[in-house]
């Protein structure tokens, strides 16, 4: 038996491939919903409800969607290019960190700046501080071997540490009662609600807007299409003349910055400050997401208002039925795989029998 | 500080205290040495961890003997791992993404698990660990628990079977040339099969040993990227069980000393040093050992290139 | 078959797809004797003998080893008959050692330890009874080529080969190791063993074997005994046929466009792969350089490609001494064609639009402030799909995926956007009043009034450009070829089909070991200069 790739991907598995993985993944999900005790059905619908069902479910599900587009978005990219990106939960937490450290220090006025300037200066300073973290990882990699996947992993918890570290001490909010979280974003910067009395805010249009912008980067851009070229055949990019090394670091920069993103509007929108547990594995998530997404931006989107759907239906079908929350990361992680393996059959055939052959 | 540092290193609880905390980075390292030695990268690891501490408990939990639990830890791990293996050996995909994939389930299920099977606890309920071998005349040892003396002696057998066994040739032949193994008739996919499955049962057992020995209980997040440390310690350990073992106690004398500094409060060099700096210590010196080491690596050269039979 | 028959092969053939690599090929071994296979790359030797070990099961045919049948397609079977292979391209673990390397697969799996001494002891005594020293403990990546190649062998002695098969073992060994294998040899069929021996150089053929098999095109054309055989003779009926030596308008070349003097180029460890090579190279005129792979071409070419520097030596491009960088290479105007189509040539997960463009999506004419100029590059891959003829792109148009492309209409899209070069930016003094033409640019006639072509290629550096091409693919690139070197290019063809060479070359040179011939007028060479010189015995050159 062996695997062969087809010269043209079978149109029909392709659309089909999300599809099968779905069922797949109910399919697997249901057993543990039994495992817990619970009528399968009911919970499923009390799963789809939670998450889509009514105008608050759609808000949570929104709310929760907005860093995990930013997320996938940073991992779609860097997975372009072949680099394996896994420190976006770091450097997530470092933009938020820099975000707060533009807008919020000096007892939540920020800086004397006036908040049309200071708020895009404090979403640069995320974007710069994520793009940094990145570029370390990204340089050992082009210039000394280093697997970029081992050290933007460790590199997560270091920067966890660090944002430990800050928020016990120079950026501590004072008024806090002793609790570690950071100074508070001052009003102006944060960002207003979408619809009232939920917690949808516009940075979800800010998201959409990356996501467009980084659809039309990879399709219409000459960026997108050397990342393009790097990321599915270095070798012939580099014959054709593309400056593999330089684009490397462009995505670095791009990839980290994304994530950095996320965090800075989390706190901007979300949170008004920051707290160590501010996000439950967004980064992580966004992998996930982007594998979905099979790295389209636009495909992030879905992808990740599905995850986040998922994780909020989860939330809130464990408050009524005795099934965990943790069915939500099951459900994401049986997801992936299984789209994997039904874009595989897309794109590969089995083939059975003795070596048929390569012309030697 | 320097005073206090000479002092520790004389101290036998300090010894006690690192080679506790050495054995699931032992495990887990020889582990990802054997996958990573025939050529596949195993990235599921710190789930495996996970799902090993909590099955071998749970196991012990209900009423099975210690080594039963370990034993159940191993199997769970060989179970994870033969999905590893079906996803990147036969189905060539990205052994990164199908790592981190791996990871997110186990992990997942696990705490699933734990949740479904005990509901309504506040604290963790807690089970009888591995006694410490008390009657061993070895003085650092006899703090320890069994389970610490099977990953010891895990890296000379380890080391033996790589490197005097044919079937420890075959897997490093596999992970070099596996187009040489196939000229010598060996089958590579089988030969994968096997090592990424044995490995992925000691990573299983890297978690027990938490669960089952260094604590009583499971806990969320109590794997806490030891998982990520062991597939840096494989790099730094040159893919060689005798130096990994020296990279997983050097790494825990970090921790260690992280430990005792931060509970003496001299501070580094007698500068108030914020804790969290001592916890990163440890891993900031995993990333370094990469660095110094990426240069001269070498890689097990068929790592990370999926085979296709018949492609020349 | 008689005691003195070791192998049979009946009948044998082998297809891959519409190319016959073996056709009915029938072949008899002795005992104690060395078979020469001679013939050129792609005449099906390299196949042969893998149906014999077992890499890959014939389509029809049978094998006879010692009088038994041997099972097909399992290297396994072969070793257990005594058959052994040493491989052109090594199947060695650099990491790993001598002993290691020589013992794998010759114990059970499920013994608990190896017999490490007594395998170290066969070994030294198998080395020592055949005159193959080596150390058992050295890594094979300490190794010189000469010493891997004994390890090589020494596996295959160790497992009890009766047999022993050479792919091209010369090709990669200094002089002074070819003698040593030479030696080897002898002492193997002192020792009863057979050889089969494939090569394409003459001379070693001729003091090493019985008797010499020539293949050619993947059927067996004649087998001849060595001794006093006439190696001209051998030299026509290895690369002889019908070649049509074509009547070539005299063309007065122009001014020199590409200059090597001196030039050498080494790889990472040091060696040599090209030797003080001199070449000119001028407009309007083809210089075709002959020879069998691995003799240096794959350096030359990536010298002129952009992708290799220098060790010593000259090379300039219109007078200017160029940088080894592909993107200047490229607006320099050097059309490009590679070797490998699949894997240089095209990014095959991209369409076909993009590949069309694929190295001048960065320049002003495809791309301003960042963006691509869609409608620009979709036209000229357009242009590009229409005028060199690419077929396959039917059914998804501009967005094939250039992968879904047949070889012939891949390499038929890489040519096209070799030679399509540059199109001239939009305002220049050319354009005719009323700007009628494609969008992208100026409706530029190019020298020559060609309409669509702006801005020629001023050199073609073309590496096996017809490579596993059908026949009516191979005409139009070499019309493709011969035009745009009409409109004033220079051109440098390298490549391993005489038939290619002689029908396109103004002037031929012979690479060999990295040595490069003078580049004498295509018609002064005749066939068997030309076999010698390939085989590497041409007077000019020290042995």
């Known amino acids: 038996m062996r695997i062969e790739k087809r010269a043209v991907p079978s149109r029909r598995l392709q659309l089909a491939a999300p599809l099968l993985a779905i069922a797949f993944t109910l399919l697997v999900s249901s057993l543990l919903v039994a495992w817990a005790g619970a009528p399968v059905g009911k919970a499923y619908a009390l799963l789809l409800e939670g998450g889509f069902g009514s105008t608050f479910a759609w808000s949570e599900t929104l709310t929760r969607a907005t860093p995990l587009i930013l997320t996938g978005l940073s991992a779609a990219v860097a997975f372009r290019a072949r680099l394996f990106n896994i420190g976006a939960e770091g450097q997530l937490y470092a933009g938020a960190l820099a975000a707060v450290a533009l807008g919020g220090l000096h007892g939540g006025a920020g800086f004397a700046l006036h908040p049309a300037l200071l708020l895009p200066a404090m979403m640069a300073a995320a974007a710069v501080a994520g793009a940094l973290l990145l570029l370390g990882p990204a340089l050992l990699k082009s210039r000394l071997g280093v697997d970029e996947v081992v050290t933007t992993l460790l590199l997560n918890f270091i920067v966890l540490l660090f944002v430990s570290m800050m928020l016990d001490g120079p950026m501590k909010d004072p008024t806090a009662m002793g609790w570690p979280q950071s100074v508070v974003l001052q009003d102006a910067l944060q960002l207003d609600k979408l619809v009232a009395r939920t917690r949808v805010h516009t940075g979800l249009i800010w998201a959409l807007a990356l996501a467009v912008a980084l659809w039309a980067l990879m399709k219409y851009g000459t960026l997108g299409f050397q990342i393009r070229a790097v990321g599915a055949n270095a070798r012939a990019a580099a014959f054709a003349g593309m400056p593999v090394g330089w684009v490397t670091v462009k995505v670095a920069l791009l990839s980290g910055a994304l994530a950095g993103l996320a965090g800075a509007i989390e706190v901007a929108g979300r949170t008004s400050y920051v707290t160590l547990d501010m996000s439950p594995g967004y980064g992580y998530s966004g992998i996930v997401i982007a594998m979905l997404a099979a790295l389209n931006p636009l495909g992030v989107v879905a992808a990740a208002v599905f995850v986040a759907g998922i994780l909020v239906g989860a939330d809130s079908m464990s408050r009524a039925v005795n099934v965990p929350t943790y069915i939500a990361d099951v459900i994401v992680s049986v997801s992936l795989l299984s789209m994997l393996v039904a874009t595989m059959a897309a794109q590969y055939r089995i083939v059975f029998g003795r070596r048929a052959a390569h012309a030697g | 500080m320097l005073a206090e540092t000479f002092e520790l290193l004389f101290s036998l609880p300090f010894w006690v205290a690192v080679l506790r905390i050495a054995t699931p ?27 090993g501490a909590f099955s071998g408990w749970l196991a012990v939990y209900h009423g099975m003997g210690l080594w039963s639990g370990v034993a159940v830890a191993a199997l769970v791990g060989a179970a994870f791992g033969a999905l590893h293996a079906l996803l990147t050996v036969t189905l060539s995909l990205s052994q990164h993404v199908s790592g981190l994939g791996l990871t997110l389930f186990a992990t997942s299920l696990a705490s699933y698990g734990y949740r479904v099977s005990f509901p309504k606890v506040n604290s963790p309920p807690t089970i009888t660990p591995f006694a410490e071998m008390s009657a061993l005349p070895l003085p650092v040892l006899n703090a320890q628990t069994p389970l610490t003396l099977l990953a010891l002696a895990l890296v000379p057998a380890i080391g033996w079977f790589l490197m005097r066994t044919p079937a420890g040739l075959a897997l490093r032949m596999v992970g070099e040339n596996p187009a040489a193994a196939e000229g010598q008739g060996l089958s590579v996919a089988a030969v994968r099969y096997a090592a990424i499955t044995a490995g992925s049962a000691l990573m299983g057992v890297a978690g027990a040993f938490l669960t089952l020995a260094a604590f009583n209980a499971f806990y969320f997040n109590m794997v806490n990227g030891r998982g990520w440390v062991c597939v840096a310690l494989v790099v730094f350990a040159s893919w060689r069980p005798g130096k990994a073992l020296l990279g997983a106690v050097l790494f825990a004398l970090f921790d260690a000393l992280q430990l005792r500094l931060q509970q003496s409060g001299s501070g580094l060099f007698g500068i108030a040093v914020p804790y969290q700096v001592y916890l990163m210590l440890p891993y900031v010196f995993s990333i370094v050992a990469l660095v110094l080491v990426a240069r001269r690596a070498s890689y097990p050269q068929a790592l990370m290139k999926p085979y296709r039979k018949g492609e020349r | 078959m008689s005691s003195d028959t070791v192998l049979r092969l009946s009948g044998i053939t082998k297809r891959f797809g519409s190319l016959v690599a073996n056709d009915a090929i029938s072949l008899d071994l002795g005992r104690g004797e060395v078979l020469a296979l001679l013939g050129e790359n792609g005449a099906g030797k390299s196949t042969l003998v893998s149906i014999l070990f077992g890499h890959y099961v014939a389509d029809e045919g049978t094998i006879e080893a010692f009088g038994q049948p041997l099972p097909p397609g399992q290297p396994k079977a072969a070793l257990a008959m005594g058959i052994g292979m040493v491989h052109q391209h090594f199947t060695l673990a650099d990491n790993l050692s001598v002993l290691d390397n020589v013992m794998l697969g010759t114990e059970p799996l499920w013994w608990p330890f190896s017999r490490r001494a007594a395998a170290r002891a066969k070994l030294v005594e198998t080395g020592q009874r055949f005159g193959l020293g080596v150390d058992p403990d050295a890594r094979i990546a300490d190794l010189s080529v000469g010493e891997r190649q004994r390890v090589e062998i020494l596996k295959a002695l160790v497992r009890g080969a009766r047999i022993l098969i050479l792919d091209e073992p010369t090709a990669v060994l200094t002089p002074t190791e070819v003698e040593s294998l030479f030696g080897t040899l002898r002492q193997l069929i002192e020792q009863g063993l057979s050889v089969i021996f494939i090569s394409h150089k003459l001379d070693e053929v001729l003091r090493v074997s019985q008797r010499i098999a020539i293949l050619r095109g993947g059927k067996l054309i004649a087998v001849l005994p060595a001794a006093g055989a006439d190696k001209a003779l051998l030299a026509e009926t290895m690369v002889g046929r019908q070649v049509q030596m074509p009547t070539r308008r005299p063309r007065e070349p122009g001014a020199t466009v590409c200059s090597l003097r001196d030039a050498t180029v080494q790889s990472a460890d040091g060696r040599k792969l090209l030797d003080g090579v001199n070449l000119e190279l001028r407009a309007g005129e083809i210089v075709a350089i002959a020879g069998v792979a691995g003799n240096g071409q794959q350096a030359l070419a990536e010298l002129l490609f952009g992708q290799h520097a220098l ?46 463009v694929l190295e001048r999506m960065a320049t002003p004419a495809f791309a301003r402030a960042g963006i691509v100029k869609r409608a620009a590059a979709q036209a000229h891959a357009r242009q590009l799909i229409e005028r060199f003829d690419v077929r396959g792109t039917d059914s998804m148009g501009l967005d094939t995926p250039t992968r879904a492309l047949s070889g012939g209409n891949m390499q038929k899209l890489i040519l096209g956007r070799a030679l399509m070069g540059a199109p001239r930016p939009r305002s220049t003094a050319a354009d005719p009043p009323g700007g009628s033409g494609p969008a992208w640019g100026g409706p530029a006639l190019g020298p020559g009034g060609d309409p669509g072509s702006d801005k020629p290629a001023t050199l073609i550096v073309a590496d096996q450009p017809t490579w596993g091409l059908d026949i009516g693919a191979v005409a139009y690139v070499h019309q493709q070829l011969l035009d745009a070197v009409a409109r004033g290019a220079a051109m440098l063809l390298i490549s391993e089909d005489l038939d290619e060479i002689f029908a396109l070359a103004d002037r031929v040179a012979v690479l060999h070991n990295g040595r490069l011939s003078a580049a004498r007028p295509a018609g002064d060479w005749t066939l068997a200069d030309i076999g010698l010189a390939m085989a590497g015995s041409e007077a000019e050159h020290a042995h």
């Open chain 2, 25 to 51: 980075l032992i495990l887990g390292t020889l582990g990802v040495l054997l996958c990573e030695r025939a050529g596949v990268l195993n990235l599921g690891i710190e789930g495996i961890m996970v799902a």
């Open chain 3, 311 to 356: 060790h010593s030596g000259r090379l300039e491009l219109q007078g200017r001494a160029m940088p080894a960088r592909a993107a200047d290479w490229v607006r320099a105007g050097v059309a490009r064609i590679p070797e490998d189509r699949h894997a240089v040539g095209i990014v095959g997960d991209l369409p076909v639009w993009e590949n069309a």
